[in-house]
Protein backbone atom coordinates (compact mmCIF):
# COMPACT_ATOMS: atom_id res chain seq x y z
CA UNK A 1 0.00 0.00 0.00
CA UNK A 2 1.48 3.15 -0.99
CA UNK A 3 0.98 6.66 0.50
CA UNK A 4 0.34 9.60 -1.79
CA UNK A 5 0.94 12.97 -0.30
CA UNK A 6 -0.92 16.47 -0.99
CA UNK A 7 2.50 17.44 -2.94
CA UNK A 8 2.18 13.93 -5.37
CA UNK A 9 -1.22 14.93 -5.26
CA UNK A 10 -1.16 18.62 -6.79
CA UNK A 11 1.81 17.73 -8.80
CA UNK A 12 -0.10 14.51 -10.83
CA UNK A 13 -3.65 16.65 -10.72
CA UNK A 14 -2.66 19.52 -13.13
CA UNK A 15 -5.89 20.89 -14.24
CA UNK A 16 -5.45 21.39 -17.70
CA UNK A 17 -4.91 17.23 -17.39
CA UNK A 18 -7.59 16.46 -15.02
CA UNK A 19 -10.44 18.50 -16.85
CA UNK A 20 -9.81 16.70 -19.33
CA UNK A 21 -9.88 13.23 -17.67
CA UNK A 22 -13.35 14.54 -16.27
CA UNK A 23 -14.78 15.42 -19.64
CA UNK A 24 -14.18 11.71 -20.82
CA UNK A 25 -15.22 10.18 -17.61
CA UNK A 26 -18.75 11.86 -18.40
CA UNK A 27 -18.44 10.42 -21.82
CA UNK A 28 -19.28 6.87 -20.47
CA UNK A 29 -21.39 6.54 -17.63
CA UNK A 30 -21.64 6.10 -13.26
CA UNK A 31 -19.84 3.96 -11.63
CA UNK A 32 -21.67 0.28 -11.19
CA UNK A 33 -22.08 1.14 -7.16
CA UNK A 34 -21.77 4.78 -5.77
CA UNK A 35 -23.66 6.28 -3.05
CA UNK A 36 -23.17 8.66 0.02
CA UNK A 37 -23.63 8.98 3.76
CA UNK A 38 -23.67 11.68 5.61
CA UNK A 39 -23.94 12.15 9.37
CA UNK A 40 -24.14 15.06 11.67
CA UNK A 41 -23.61 16.06 15.44
CA UNK A 42 -25.49 19.33 16.40
CA UNK A 43 -22.78 21.49 17.59
CA UNK A 44 -24.38 24.43 20.16
CA UNK A 45 -21.29 26.97 19.38
CA UNK A 46 -22.42 26.65 15.59
CA UNK A 47 -22.98 24.41 12.14
CA UNK A 48 -23.02 20.96 12.83
CA UNK A 49 -19.61 18.98 12.73
CA UNK A 50 -20.56 16.95 9.76
CA UNK A 51 -19.08 13.17 8.45
CA UNK A 52 -19.12 12.42 5.22
CA UNK A 53 -19.04 8.45 3.23
CA UNK A 54 -18.41 7.96 -0.42
CA UNK A 55 -17.98 5.24 -1.31
CA UNK A 56 -17.60 3.75 -5.54
CA UNK A 57 -17.40 0.24 -6.78
CA UNK A 58 -16.57 0.00 -10.17
CA UNK A 59 -16.52 -3.96 -10.81
CA UNK A 60 -12.77 -5.72 -11.94
CA UNK A 61 -11.41 -2.06 -11.58
CA UNK A 62 -11.44 -0.02 -8.60
CA UNK A 63 -13.40 0.34 -5.35
CA UNK A 64 -13.15 4.23 -3.60
CA UNK A 65 -13.73 5.34 -0.15
CA UNK A 66 -13.81 8.87 0.90
CA UNK A 67 -13.98 9.22 4.58
CA UNK A 68 -14.27 13.38 5.24
CA UNK A 69 -15.40 15.54 8.15
CA UNK A 70 -16.50 19.26 8.06
CA UNK A 71 -15.74 20.66 12.01
CA UNK A 72 -16.95 24.40 11.66
CA UNK A 73 -15.11 25.57 14.75
CA UNK A 74 -11.50 23.65 14.37
CA UNK A 75 -9.90 26.84 13.51
CA UNK A 76 -11.01 28.86 16.24
CA UNK A 77 -11.04 26.24 18.84
CA UNK A 78 -8.22 23.85 17.89
CA UNK A 79 -6.28 25.78 14.82
CA UNK A 80 -6.90 22.88 12.81
CA UNK A 81 -8.70 22.92 9.05
CA UNK A 82 -12.17 22.83 9.41
CA UNK A 83 -12.41 20.18 7.16
CA UNK A 84 -10.41 16.97 6.90
CA UNK A 85 -10.39 13.72 4.51
CA UNK A 86 -8.25 10.52 3.35
CA UNK A 87 -9.30 8.79 -0.28
CA UNK A 88 -8.98 4.78 0.06
CA UNK A 89 -8.09 2.80 -3.42
CA UNK A 90 -8.72 -0.26 -3.60
CA UNK A 91 -7.92 -2.66 -6.85
CA UNK A 92 -10.93 -4.05 -7.97
CA UNK A 93 -9.89 -7.30 -9.16
CA UNK A 94 -8.14 -8.56 -5.93
CA UNK A 95 -10.00 -6.44 -3.06
CA UNK A 96 -6.03 -5.11 -2.19
CA UNK A 97 -5.40 -1.53 -1.15
CA UNK A 98 -3.52 0.21 -3.42
CA UNK A 99 -3.15 3.52 -2.13
CA UNK A 100 -4.12 6.26 0.44
CA UNK A 101 -4.21 9.07 -0.82
CA UNK A 102 -3.92 13.37 0.85
CA UNK A 103 -7.69 13.90 0.95
CA UNK A 104 -8.09 17.94 0.83
CA UNK A 105 -6.01 18.18 -2.18
CA UNK A 106 -8.15 15.59 -4.11
CA UNK A 107 -10.86 17.40 -2.49
CA UNK A 108 -9.66 21.19 -3.73
CA UNK A 109 -8.53 19.46 -6.94
CA UNK A 110 -11.59 17.45 -7.96
CA UNK A 111 -14.38 20.38 -6.73
CA UNK A 112 -12.81 22.90 -9.02
CA UNK A 113 -12.09 20.83 -12.02
CA UNK A 114 -15.71 19.67 -11.61
CA UNK A 115 -16.72 23.15 -11.74
CA UNK A 116 -14.08 24.04 -14.63
CA UNK A 117 -15.81 21.41 -16.63
CA UNK A 118 -19.04 23.29 -16.19
CA UNK A 119 -17.69 26.61 -17.02
CA UNK A 120 -15.86 24.99 -20.18
CA UNK A 121 -19.67 23.97 -21.44
CA UNK A 122 -21.38 26.81 -20.27
CA UNK A 123 -20.03 30.17 -19.96
CA UNK A 124 -19.03 32.33 -22.49
CA UNK A 125 -15.78 31.64 -24.23
CA UNK A 126 -15.57 35.73 -24.19
CA UNK A 127 -15.82 36.14 -20.31
CA UNK A 128 -14.08 38.99 -19.04
CA UNK A 129 -14.40 39.09 -15.37
CA UNK A 130 -15.01 36.42 -12.88
CA UNK A 131 -16.07 37.03 -9.31
CA UNK A 132 -15.32 34.82 -6.62
CA UNK A 133 -17.16 34.16 -3.49
CA UNK A 134 -15.58 32.98 -0.14
CA UNK A 135 -11.90 32.92 0.41
CA UNK A 136 -11.95 29.64 1.96
CA UNK A 137 -8.97 27.12 1.11
CA UNK A 138 -10.78 26.17 -1.62
CA UNK A 139 -11.28 29.33 -3.10
CA UNK A 140 -7.61 29.57 -4.57
CA UNK A 141 -7.57 26.43 -6.72
CA UNK A 142 -11.15 27.66 -8.35
CA UNK A 143 -9.91 30.71 -9.47
CA UNK A 144 -6.94 28.44 -10.84
CA UNK A 145 -9.26 25.72 -12.53
CA UNK A 146 -11.75 28.25 -13.82
CA UNK A 147 -8.80 30.61 -15.41
CA UNK A 148 -7.63 26.97 -17.05
CA UNK A 149 -11.33 26.48 -18.43
CA UNK A 150 -11.57 30.38 -19.50
CA UNK A 151 -8.13 31.58 -20.24
CA UNK A 152 -9.74 34.98 -21.90
CA UNK A 153 -10.36 36.11 -18.58
CA UNK A 154 -8.64 39.18 -16.85
CA UNK A 155 -10.29 40.53 -14.34
CA UNK A 156 -10.81 38.22 -11.07
CA UNK A 157 -12.67 39.65 -8.21
CA UNK A 158 -12.68 38.41 -4.74
CA UNK A 159 -15.35 39.04 -1.91
CA UNK A 160 -15.83 37.54 1.49
CA UNK A 161 -17.67 38.35 4.42
CA UNK A 162 -14.54 39.22 6.31
CA UNK A 163 -12.81 41.89 3.84
CA UNK A 164 -9.54 40.94 5.27
CA UNK A 165 -9.94 37.54 4.42
CA UNK A 166 -10.60 38.70 0.75
CA UNK A 167 -7.20 40.40 1.28
CA UNK A 168 -5.23 37.65 2.49
CA UNK A 169 -6.37 35.20 -0.68
CA UNK A 170 -5.52 37.98 -3.38
CA UNK A 171 -1.98 37.47 -1.70
CA UNK A 172 -2.25 33.85 -1.98
CA UNK A 173 -2.83 34.15 -5.56
CA UNK A 174 -0.35 36.29 -6.18
CA UNK A 175 1.86 33.97 -4.93
CA UNK A 176 0.61 31.95 -8.13
CA UNK A 177 1.25 34.72 -10.38
CA UNK A 178 -2.45 35.55 -10.65
CA UNK A 179 -3.70 39.37 -10.02
CA UNK A 180 -6.88 39.70 -8.21
CA UNK A 181 -8.58 42.51 -6.61
CA UNK A 182 -10.50 42.76 -3.09
CA UNK A 183 -13.91 44.03 -3.41
CA UNK A 184 -16.54 45.43 -0.75
CA UNK A 185 -19.38 46.44 -2.66
CA UNK A 186 -20.65 42.02 -3.35
CA UNK A 187 -23.64 43.86 -5.34
CA UNK A 188 -21.80 45.81 -7.48
CA UNK A 189 -19.62 42.88 -8.20
CA UNK A 190 -21.53 40.61 -9.31
CA UNK A 191 -23.54 43.41 -11.71
CA UNK A 192 -20.36 43.20 -13.29
CA UNK A 193 -19.36 39.74 -13.63
CA UNK A 194 -19.25 37.36 -16.19
CA UNK A 195 -18.07 34.40 -14.28
CA UNK A 196 -19.62 33.89 -10.63
CA UNK A 197 -18.36 31.40 -8.38
CA UNK A 198 -19.54 30.81 -5.28
CA UNK A 199 -17.61 28.96 -2.18
CA UNK A 200 -19.33 29.62 0.71
CA UNK A 201 -21.05 27.52 4.16
CA UNK A 202 -24.09 30.14 3.83
CA UNK A 203 -27.57 29.51 5.15
CA UNK A 204 -29.10 32.49 3.86
CA UNK A 205 -28.54 33.57 0.47
CA UNK A 206 -26.27 36.35 -0.86
CA UNK A 207 -26.15 36.19 -4.41
CA UNK A 208 -29.10 38.00 -5.86
CA UNK A 209 -30.16 37.17 -9.38
CA UNK A 210 -31.63 40.50 -10.06
CA UNK A 211 -27.99 41.15 -10.38
CA UNK A 212 -27.26 39.15 -12.91
CA UNK A 213 -25.69 40.14 -16.08
CA UNK A 214 -26.86 38.80 -19.40
CA UNK A 215 -24.92 36.08 -20.87
CA UNK A 216 -23.29 35.53 -16.77
CA UNK A 217 -22.53 31.54 -15.82
CA UNK A 218 -22.85 31.18 -12.06
CA UNK A 219 -20.93 28.38 -10.48
CA UNK A 220 -22.33 27.42 -6.91
CA UNK A 221 -20.02 24.84 -4.79
CA UNK A 222 -21.64 25.79 -1.57
CA UNK A 223 -25.02 24.27 -0.54
CA UNK A 224 -23.71 20.86 0.09
CA UNK A 225 -26.48 20.26 2.70
CA UNK A 226 -30.39 21.36 2.37
CA UNK A 227 -29.73 23.85 5.00
CA UNK A 228 -27.63 25.69 3.43
CA UNK A 229 -27.93 28.21 0.39
CA UNK A 230 -25.90 30.77 -1.79
CA UNK A 231 -28.29 31.96 -4.46
CA UNK A 232 -31.75 33.62 -4.48
CA UNK A 233 -35.00 32.12 -5.85
CA UNK A 234 -34.46 35.21 -8.48
CA UNK A 235 -31.20 32.95 -9.64
CA UNK A 236 -33.41 30.61 -10.41
CA UNK A 237 -35.57 32.11 -12.20
CA UNK A 238 -33.41 34.02 -14.29
CA UNK A 239 -30.93 30.92 -15.24
CA UNK A 240 -31.19 27.40 -17.61
CA UNK A 241 -30.33 25.65 -14.65
CA UNK A 242 -27.95 22.59 -15.02
CA UNK A 243 -25.75 20.47 -12.27
CA UNK A 244 -22.99 17.96 -12.21
CA UNK A 245 -25.31 15.26 -11.74
CA UNK A 246 -29.14 14.93 -10.78
CA UNK A 247 -28.76 13.38 -7.72
CA UNK A 248 -27.54 16.89 -6.61
CA UNK A 249 -31.37 18.19 -6.62
CA UNK A 250 -32.16 15.46 -3.93
CA UNK A 251 -29.62 17.20 -1.56
CA UNK A 252 -28.89 20.50 -2.17
CA UNK A 253 -30.56 24.07 -0.11
CA UNK A 254 -30.34 25.88 -3.56
CA UNK A 255 -33.27 23.00 -4.60
CA UNK A 256 -35.16 21.60 -2.15
CA UNK A 257 -36.67 24.84 -0.70
CA UNK A 258 -37.48 26.47 -4.32
CA UNK A 259 -39.08 22.84 -5.04
CA UNK A 260 -41.22 22.69 -2.05
CA UNK A 261 -42.50 26.40 -2.74
CA UNK A 262 -43.07 25.12 -6.17
CA UNK A 263 -40.73 28.04 -7.63
CA UNK A 264 -39.23 25.68 -9.90
CA UNK A 265 -39.78 22.18 -10.64
CA UNK A 266 -37.02 19.29 -11.17
CA UNK A 267 -37.83 19.84 -15.04
CA UNK A 268 -36.49 23.20 -15.02
CA UNK A 269 -33.15 21.48 -14.61
CA UNK A 270 -31.92 20.91 -17.86
CA UNK A 271 -28.96 18.58 -18.23
CA UNK A 272 -26.16 17.22 -16.12
CA UNK A 273 -23.00 16.55 -16.74
CA UNK A 274 -23.14 13.33 -18.51
CA UNK A 275 -25.75 14.88 -21.10
CA UNK A 276 -23.97 17.96 -21.98
CA UNK A 277 -20.72 15.97 -22.34
CA UNK A 278 -22.36 13.25 -24.32
CA UNK A 279 -24.34 16.08 -26.24
CA UNK A 280 -27.62 14.81 -25.55
CA UNK A 281 -28.58 18.25 -24.01
CA UNK A 282 -27.88 21.78 -25.45
CA UNK A 283 -26.25 24.17 -23.14
CA UNK A 284 -25.76 27.82 -23.93
CA UNK A 285 -27.91 28.59 -27.17
CA UNK A 286 -27.42 32.20 -26.94
CA UNK A 287 -24.86 34.99 -25.37
CA UNK A 288 -27.65 36.32 -23.58
CA UNK A 289 -28.49 33.42 -21.81
CA UNK A 290 -27.79 33.11 -17.95
CA UNK A 291 -26.43 29.84 -16.99
CA UNK A 292 -26.05 28.30 -13.61
CA UNK A 293 -24.63 25.06 -12.63
CA UNK A 294 -24.94 23.70 -9.17
CA UNK A 295 -21.56 21.64 -8.18
CA UNK A 296 -22.66 18.71 -5.71
CA UNK A 297 -19.72 16.35 -6.23
CA UNK A 298 -20.72 12.84 -5.43
CA UNK A 299 -18.70 9.27 -5.11
CA UNK A 300 -19.16 8.67 -8.49
CA UNK A 301 -16.62 12.19 -9.69
CA UNK A 302 -14.24 11.50 -6.92
CA UNK A 303 -14.15 7.65 -8.40
CA UNK A 304 -13.26 9.49 -11.77
CA UNK A 305 -10.47 11.61 -10.12
CA UNK A 306 -8.74 8.60 -7.96
CA UNK A 307 -8.83 6.59 -10.76
CA UNK A 308 -7.05 9.26 -13.18
CA UNK A 309 -4.78 9.97 -10.00
CA UNK A 310 -3.97 6.30 -9.79
CA UNK A 311 -3.26 6.07 -13.46
CA UNK A 312 -0.98 8.84 -13.26
CA UNK A 313 0.84 7.54 -10.39
CA UNK A 314 1.93 4.97 -12.32
CA UNK A 315 2.41 5.97 -15.76
CA UNK A 316 -0.75 4.21 -17.02
CA UNK A 317 -3.00 5.59 -19.64
CA UNK A 318 -6.15 6.93 -17.95
CA UNK A 319 -9.20 4.57 -18.77
CA UNK A 320 -12.83 4.08 -17.13
CA UNK A 321 -14.74 1.54 -18.42
CA UNK A 322 -17.96 2.80 -16.34
CA UNK A 323 -21.23 1.27 -16.89
CA UNK A 324 -24.14 3.24 -18.81
Same mark, same amino acid.
Given at each position: ?11 ? #? ?5 ? =? ?23 ? =? ?9 ? @? /? ?43 ? *? ?18 ? $? ?11 ? @? ?15 ? =? ?5 ? /? ?5 ? =?? $? ?15 ? *? ?29 ? @? ?56 ? +? ?16 ? #? ?10 ? +? ?12 ? +????? @??
Amino acid at each position: MEMIDAQRVHAL #LDFPGLI =AALRKAHLGGMPAQSDRLIYKEPNP =AGQPDIFIILP @A /WQPGEGILAKLVTSFPNNRARHGLPTVNSIYVFINGQTGVTEAIA *DGEALIFRKTSADSALGSSL $LSRPDADTFLMIG @AGGLAPYLVEAHLTARP =ALRRILL /WNRTHAN =AT $LLARRLAERAIEATPVE *DLDAAVAEADIICSATMATEPHLKGRLLKPG @AHVDLVGSFTPEMRESDDDVLLRAKIFVDHRQTTTRSGEFLGPFARDVIRRENVRADL +FELCQGRVPGRTSAEDIT #LMKNGGGSHIDY +FVAKYLMDRHHDRE +FSTTC @AS
